[in-house]
């Protein structure tokens, strides 16, 4: 048996710490205003100065504890590494909330094995923390996924697993919408199409935070397209390790043409119902 390239519960506690720290500068910068440095792939796609800093700060800490580890991150592009693990990262998922007030938004970090994409990669540990409330969800491979609450060295901690039967009234889902508009109209047609499973409709704003949820049981399920891989790295995993299942078009991984997130019978239900045309 070959040894692990890392110890998994040693790289989730530094994906830990480091999401806490990102996630209190993030929360420092918002209370003193945010501004909105550039737009990016659409005039809807946001960058603030925060995402830059707080993506600077997760790098410079990944680099200095895990040198010859490769990177990828929204902001900051990619960097290949020596020892086959890819830090992954959304320093804030969920910008135009931030942006605009809204306390949803998630700072997201996995370590994935293998080519720094998601059709091919093996995630192993993730961290999504949300400045707004403090929580923080873990994930790692085969150990379990978990909420921590409160303080780093006093935090009270609960294991996740997602909602196995929606029940009669029907799904609590969540979804996005891209910001290019040329893929509105797939996205609503997409949504029509699983209308039926739904009991209602939540549009959070951060996937990173949807798929947590769904990991929590806070929702049933969450299908989107578009996704970049740092949108969902970390919170695929999580769901995965709760006991769900994620994947997108019948057959496939997640990615940026679909990523559902679901327990195993509305998982099906979903992609049965997204796929139909
Ligand atoms: C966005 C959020 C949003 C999703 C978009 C993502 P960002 O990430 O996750 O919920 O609908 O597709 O791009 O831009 O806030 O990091």
Do not use: C
């Amino acid at each position: 048996m070959t040894a692990p390239l890392s110890d998994p519960d040693d790289l989730v506690r530094l994906a830990a710490d480091i999401a806490r720290e990102a996630g209190a500068l993030a929360r420092r910068r918002r209370a003193e205003g945010v501004q909105i440095a550039a737009t990016k792939s659409a005039v809807a796609d946001i960058v603030t100065a925060a995402d830059r800093e707080v993506e600077a700060l997760i790098r410079s800490r990944l680099a200095a504890e895990r040198p010859a580890d490769g990177f990828l991150g929204e902001e900051s592009g990619a960097e290949p590494g020596s020892s086959g693990i890819t830090w992954v990262v959304d320093p804030i998922d969920g910008t135009v909330n931030y942006a605009y007030g809204v306390p949803a938004y998630a700072v997201s970090i996995a370590a994935i094995e293998g080519v720094p994409d998601p059709a091919t990669w093996q995630a192993i540990a993730g961290a999504v923390f949300g400045p707004p409330t403090g929580e923080l969800f873990t994930a790692v491979r085969g150990g379990g996924a978990f909420v921590h609450v409160g303080d780093r060295d006093d935090d009270r901690t609960e294991p996740l697993r997602v909602n196995e039967h929606p029940g009669a009234a029907g799904a609590l889902l969540a979804t996005g919408f891209g910001y290019d508009p040329a893929t509105h109209a797939g996205d609503l047609a997409r949504l029509a199409r699983v209308m039926p499973l739904a009991r209602d409709i939540r549009r959070i704003g951060s996937a990173a935070l949807d798929l947590a949820y769904v990991a929590a049981g806070r929702l049933d399920g969450y299908f989107e397209r578009g996704l970049n891989p740092w949108d969902h790295a970390a919170g695929a995993l999580i769901v995965e390790e709760a006991g769900g299942r994620v994947g997108g078009v019948p057959g496939g991984r997640p990615g940026k043409d679909l990523i559902i997130a679901a327990g195993p019978d509305l998982f099906a239900a979903l992609q049965n119902a997204i796929d139909a045309r």
